[in-house]
């Protein structure tokens, strides 16, 4: 791995371990043995870390949440990769979900690409639920649905910030974060049409037995 | 007014206004024209007003969300009642909505209050959408309660910090905490009795005005 790769991962990690607020770029090349010098070869300050991450995360959200149009949109296994996507970028960028508000406070030109990667996020999930509307899957009253995806993109964006305060001293977990998911399946639960119930249910359980688990599936 | 009162009052007043981070107890006796020495007569420092504040709203939320129990629970004037208490507790205190982490971060006393308020105020909601599945103005499952109970608080909860993100550089308005209300009733929309359906426009439709409304309709 190149030297600038290298200090993305390690500072994503110490981000994501002890808040993007402690860790300093100090920390970031001890961390990884190199000196400071080293690091500012590569990356000016901090911020310009951040913002490199924050590159990631939005190239991540592009390639998870393309919409699928016709019949493919109502398929089981489509469902689960939106929502392990929802999972994988709460889980992998925790830092930033934990810290949403301090982060773009500082630095202006992120907050404009924050909002114009949420404004195409949710174009995309209004054009994802009129789709599963054709495909008869959800049932939800056309002029609901921009509300909808607005408080569905409102869960997600303030689910780990929200844990935080409700379980102070507590560690985010991967079972945290699929609880937000099956959150997330429950606000769409009372759309779905009545012949989708087994579906539901099953995708529900699945997501249910994860945010039971205490473990750390993904890193055992 | 008592000085004490009206330090508290003042202190609301400019932490709402300029973020509670930004005001020290300095600017809030130069803002009454006092001498600091005489605002620590009242209060040892920022983190005791800042608890008398919230003390306030607790008291404040706790009588607006006493759950009725029968006939009365279905009337819409009820409904009134208690998304107009959302919306003055959200308006009322919105620097606490702005800044939740941060001031609970500070101060563990102050957050397990919090908690506490949060988990009385749950438990008041699971009650009062109990009644109002038995009064058959809600049809909510039964198991699906607890979690519905979450969303709403968790809505209330996030939408001051959640719109600061959306909406950088705009004040906090009414219009934009009534557009929250809007987005309670919205969670609650599908679980609406089919024949209290006039009810429910109704009441959308008052809330959707005053978030249309780009006034301040209370300091007129």
């Known amino acids: ?96 979900y934990a810290n949403l508000n301090d982060i773009l406070q500082r630095d202006a030109q992120l907050h404009r690409q924050y909002l114009e990667l949420q404004r195409e996020l949710e174009g995309n999930l209004q054009i994802l639920l009129q789709e599963l509307n054709t495909q008869q899957v959800l049932m939800i009253p056309g002029e609901d649905i921009a509300i909808l995806a607005q408080n569905l993109k409102m869960l997600v964006s303030c689910w780990v910030s929200y844990q935080q305060v409700q379980l102070p001293n507590v560690q985010i977990s991967q079972a945290m974060l699929y609880e937000g998911v099956v959150s997330v399946l429950f606000l769409l639960k009372p759309y779905f049409h009545a012949n989708k119930g087994p579906e539901l249910s099953q995708l529900l359980e699945h997501y249910r037995v994860l945010a039971a688990a205490s473990g750390d599936p993904f890193h055992k």
């Open 1 to 96: 791995m190149k030297t600038r790769d290298r200090i993305v991962a390690a500072a994503l990690a110490l981000f994501n371990e002890q808040g993007e607020a402690r860790v300093t770029t100090n920390h970031i090349a001890a961390h990884l043995g190199i000196s400071p010098g080293n690091l500012y070869y590569h990356f000016r300050n901090k911020s310009d870390i951040v913002r490199c991450i924050f590159a990631d995360y939005s190239a991540h959200l592009r390639r998870s949440f393309v919409p699928v149009a016709g019949a493919a949109s109502a398929s089981p296994a489509l469902w689960l990769h939106y929502l392990d996507a929802v999972f994988y970028v709460m889980w992998e960028f925790r830092f930033l």
